[in-house]
């Protein structure tokens, strides 16, 4: 058997430590070995965006990152973005906006959704748009997800969206 | 079988451990999903912690690092011509990880960065020192083995360098077909142009009668109709769930036209 290697990184915010097998990848490590089932395996193969997390505030896709990469670096999660009880106005505005139905695709909307509002906090429809390009919903019809997204841009801004 | 990690210091490092059956990590977006798929073809992941993601003008052209992204590509102002083509591959994550490298050996429908390179008359420089043109490059890419350090553009102005990628699904959508043309004079009579066609082959591929069929003409329904008539010779079509054979030959003049009369994308 090849040896695992041993892994540490912070995942939202917390030390991570654990060993990874040969290969690994970073959806399987962050769900099997840190337990943060958050970000979804939909396809392994980088079509459904399901499985995106934020590592150094960009958005990847988790199952196409070789675990071992992450040496050091922040990931950030669904997992990571409540406050406590506290939703993130972009957890919340999906919820009333009924931008999750199944819920499969929403945990790698709200990443790629973050990503673009950390860079780009009053966004327009088309940069919506483009940021979720690489996330299919089988569900939505994603004009709920675009709309959520700007509703929550323009909360976090004080605006009435 | 078991899978092994190789990680190398330096490029110099992993140019010396790659072999038959091993395979270099670039942004991993393609070798990533071969591993996800138990792909057998390799045993042993060679990884650099030492990458080069650098692109700056050198000479008479640009110098873009084998490991620059698709999103290093578009923040660079040197790379300006090609943010046509770097903006239209995957989603914003994809294009975080997916390198400059990598596009040089993805299968169709990919490689629509190697398809613009080839139009471009870039130059693959290798980590052993070795440059060749990319025509070279690829026609012999299945089997090359060695590690890729480089890609040498040589300047083009914005208005010379026309791109479109055909794509079946809207927004996005991986290429139907994408078509690269260096287009030098194309206010006026056309000089040595390079035409370009992506998915049209095994490999990213020249259609060279059309480059012929255009030199000393212009940009006009007139001055393209030849070029429209042979732009399939000499390229390989196949048959995959996005078109067939058929249907590619039918509408490659189609989109050409656009492409050089400038009419929509
Ligand atoms: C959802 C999705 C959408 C995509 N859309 C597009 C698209 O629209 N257009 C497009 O062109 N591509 C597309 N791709 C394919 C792919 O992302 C790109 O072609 C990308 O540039 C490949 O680069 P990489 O660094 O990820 O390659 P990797 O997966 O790291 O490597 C691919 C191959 O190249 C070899 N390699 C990589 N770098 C080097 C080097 N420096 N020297 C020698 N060998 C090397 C590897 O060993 C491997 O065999 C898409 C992929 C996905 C998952
Ligand atoms: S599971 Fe990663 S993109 Fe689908
Ligand atoms: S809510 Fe079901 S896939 Fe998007």
Same mark, same amino acid.
């Given at each position: 058997m090849m040896p695992k290697t041993p892994l540490s990184f912070t995942l939202n915010g917390s030390e991570t430590?654990?060993?990874?097998?040969?290969? =690994?990848?970073?959806?399987?490590?962050?769900?099997?070995?840190?337990? !943060?089932?958050? &970000?979804? #395996?939909? %396809? =392994?193969?980088?079509?459904?965006?399901?499985?995106?997390?934020?590592? !150094?505030?960009? &958005?990847? #896709?988790? %199952?196409?990152?070789?675990?071992?990469?992450?040496?050091?670096r922040d990931i950030a999660t669904t997992g990571g973005l409540a406050d406590g009880p506290d939703l993130h106005p972009l957890q919340q505005a999906f919820m009333e906006g009924f931008a999750a139905q199944c819920g499969f695709c929403t945990a790698g909307m709200l990443m790629a959704a973050k990503a673009l509002l950390d860079r780009r906090p009053n966004p327009s429809r088309d940069e919506v748009i483009e940021a979720i390009g690489g996330n299919l919903c089988r569900c939505t019809g994603y004009e709920p997800i675009v709309d959520a997204i700007l509703t929550a841009a323009a909360r976090m801004q004080g605006r009435s969206a | 079988m078991s899978l092994t990690v190789n990680t190398v210091a330096t490029l110099r490092d992993a140019a010396y451990a790659l072999n038959d059956r091993a395979r270099y990590l670039g942004g991993g977006t393609l070798l990533m999903r071969a591993v996800n798929y138990g792909d057998q073809a390799f045993d042993t992941i060679v990884r650099?912690?030492?990458?080069?993601?650098?692109?700056?003008?050198?000479?008479?052209?640009?110098?873009?690092?084998?490991?620059?992204?698709m999103t290093d590509l578009l923040a660079s102002r040197d790379a300006e011509a090609l943010h046509p083509v770097a903006r239209v591959i995957g989603g914003p994550a994809v294009r975080n990880m997916a390198t400059v490298g990598g596009n040089l050996f993805a299968a169709p429908p990919y490689g629509d960065l190697a398809t613009a390179f080839l139009a471009l008359d870039a130059t693959v420089q290798m980590a052993d020192g070795q440059s060749m043109p990319m025509e070279s490059f690829l026609?012999?890419?299945?089997?090359?083995?060695?590690?890729?350090?480089?890609?040498?553009?040589?300047?083009?102005?914005?208005?010379?360098?026309?791109?479109?990628?055909?794509?079946?699904?809207?927004?996005?959508g991986v290429s139907m077909m994408s078509i690269a043309a260096r287009l030098p004079g194309a206010g006026g009579s056309l000089g040595?142009?390079?035409?370009?066609?992506?998915?049209?082959?095994?490999?990213?591929?020249?259609?060279?009668?059309?480059e012929q069929a255009l030199r000393g003409r212009s940009l006009t329904e007139d001055g393209i109709r030849e070029a429209l008539r042979v732009c399939c010779d000499g390229l390989q079509p196949g048959t995959d769930e996005l078109a067939s054979e058929w249907y590619r030959r039918e509408v490659a003049p189609v989109h050409l036209k656009r492409l050089l009369l400038g009419r929509g994308r």
């Open positions: 430590a654990l060993f990874v097998d040969p290969g =690994a990848n970073l959806l399987d490590t962050l769900r099997r070995g840190a337990g !943060d089932l958050t &970000p979804k #395996l939909g %396809c =392994a193969q980088g079509t459904c965006g399901a499985c995106t997390v934020l590592i !150094d505030g960009e &958005p990847h #896709l988790s %199952c196409l990152t070789l675990a071992e990469t992450v040496e050091g | 650099s912690r030492e990458t080069d993601r650098t692109i700056r003008s050198e000479g008479q052209g640009i110098r873009i690092g084998a490991g620059a992204t026609s012999a890419r299945a089997r090359s083995r060695g590690l890729v350090a480089a890609v040498m553009v040589p300047r083009t102005g914005p208005q010379e360098f026309r791109f479109a990628k055909v794509t079946r699904i809207k927004p996005k040595d142009v390079r035409l370009a066609f992506g998915t049209m082959g095994p490999m990213p591929l020249r259609a060279k009668a059309a």
